[in-house]
């Protein structure tokens, strides 16, 4: 509910939301944001990226590619890197969460990440020391 608050219009293609019904089948978390437009891709999947990527990544970057969109949310590094490569800035979720303490949405990040903990959501120490000093926690 946090991100939903970022002045931010959140899209996202059909594939990540696959995932995200296949986690709760799986006993995670129900995602379902109403803040978060499903979108389909418009052209079939680069048979190169889906060698290098899962399904989720590869859409979120193709999508962005489709729409013209600079930004996208990645997590996972091997994304992250490909984004980059191909031109696309990207934040994670710890930064998304960092943007909502300096927006003042949030007070703190720290008791977030406690709970991505809980829910084997895991992210790099270095990754989180960084977050967290320029969060001043």
């Keep these: 509910d946090v991100i939903g608050k970022l ?4 899209i996202c293609p059909s594939e990540v939301r696959e995932e995200l019904d296949v986690g709760t ?6 995602v ?3 803040w978060l437009s499903v979108v389909a891709l418009a052209n079939p999947f680069d ?3 889906l060698i ?3 399904k989720g990544e590869a859409a979120v970057i193709q999508l962005a590619q489709e ?8 997590d996972e590094r091997k994304g992250r890197r490909i984004a980059s490569a191909v031109g ?9 969460l960092l943007r909502a303490k300096t927006t003042g949405i949030i007070p703190a990040i720290k008791p977030y990440i406690d709970q991505f903990e809980e829910y084997e959501f895991w992210f790099e120490s ?3 020391r960084k977050v967290l000093i320029a969060a001043n926690e």
């Design 7 to 10: 002045p931010i219009n959140f």
């Design 25 to 30: 089948y799986k006993g995670y978390l129900s």
């Design 32 to 34: 379902e944001p109403n």
């Design 47 to 49: 048979t190169i990226a």
């Design 52 to 54: 290098t990527l899962d």
């Design 67 to 74: 729409q013209n969109i600079n930004y996208v949310c990645i």
């Design 88 to 96: 696309l800035n990207v934040v994670g979720t710890l930064g998304l």
């Design 126 to 128: 270095g990754i989180l």
